[in-house]
């Protein structure tokens, strides 16, 4: 007889799921290793910047699926709302549901029980999964979730898994250790002298988009929300760019989850504020290593669109270092047009990290004219493209 967790993936299958990604859990443990051993998979650092990876590879026609337990949804609401939910891309939650079946976990209690009323209230459909009988109700709310551009949660109890005859034999289970190839000694973390001294930025953010539009020519390009998708509108509108209207902190992931999903160029623009509350997600890209990347972090060491308070980036944090210090091989310092220029005409193997260190301030340019519905619609239709 078929184990649980070879019903659930089976039904997976069906769906026609083909990227998925997770945090840990105890009680779902033998589920992931079999999941990342039959899906193209990624292990994430933060359950946000899942929400962003599968949009990207929604954008990209890819049918999505996220792992984690209860309390990942409290680290993910924001981004399924204002990123998943407002774009309307499709999307799979597997919650494995602590607190609520022999939980040992006092902490886990308010997250579990309170589950179904934050998904309720946050107008994302969600199905109860409490037997392993029950398991027909994924395949109804898969179909629905991947037909109607919609998020679906399934919450499932550690009961469905009783009695699961794999137990926590890795071995049986097909499961093999995740290695990203990468060493210390590969990842070029030496001959970067720390601490030089940089000359001061001299360009502005927009002056910076200026001279990149050139090189954005037919790439997918995915812009940081506020000021800087407004500004890019501004100098160089085309079909292919993705612009943020909300969500800070998801435009790497997004740009991630494109690269992952499309043989495309992908070209990012990201701040220090957004790098920032999300960092772990250079780990990820680091990991993953699409060859197609290039994120191009635009440092002015302030929050543009909020009024330029200023970032740890401004202080006490190189973003450079940081990326390398994730794994990143392929990285540059800009200060100025000649160093950008050349890096733009440099042919890199991705993943790349430019950081390009930047004056604060904000171009008065207009809002974006185009429905983010439209934009979606745009940023398909090229990824459908050969």
Known sequence: MP????????????????????LPCEK?????????????HLPLTREEEGVGICAGAALAGKRPALFVQSSGIGNMINALLSLTQFYELPLAIFVSRRGVYQ?????????GRRLPGMLAG?????SEINAREELALVDRGLERAYST???????????????????LRIADCGAESPDCGLRIADCGLKGQAQGTAMPPPVLTRYEIIKLLAPYLEGKAVVSNLGWPSKELYAVKHQPSNFYMLGSMGMVTPIGLGIALSSKKEVVVIDGDGSLLMNPGTLATAAFAAPAN???????????????????????????????????????????????????????RKGPAFFHVLAIPGNKDVPNIPVHHLEIKKQVQEYLRKK
């Open 3 to 22: 184990r649980q967790e070879e019903d659930l993936i089976a039904i997976l299958k069906k769906n026609g799921v083909d990227l998925t990604a997770s």
């Open 149 to 167: 551009n919609s998020i679906h949660a399934f919450l499932m109890s550690p009961a469905v898994w009783e009695g699961s005859d794999c137990g």
């Open 103 to 111: 939980e040992k976990i006092e902490a886990q209690f308010p997250m």
């Open 28 to 40: 779902i443990k033998t589920l992931l290793e079999m999941v990342g051993r039959t899906f193209h």
């Open 293 to 347: 990347l290039t994120i191009v972090a635009i440092d002015n060491g302030a929050y543009g669109s909020t009024g330029n308070q200023p970032t740890l980036a401004g202080s006490c944090v190189d973003l450079e270092q940081v990326a390398r210090g994730f794994g990143f091989r392929n990285t540059v310092k800009i200060v100025g047009e000649k160093e950008l220029v050349e890096a733009m005409n440099e042919k």
């Open 122 to 126: 946050a107008g994302i459909a969600f």
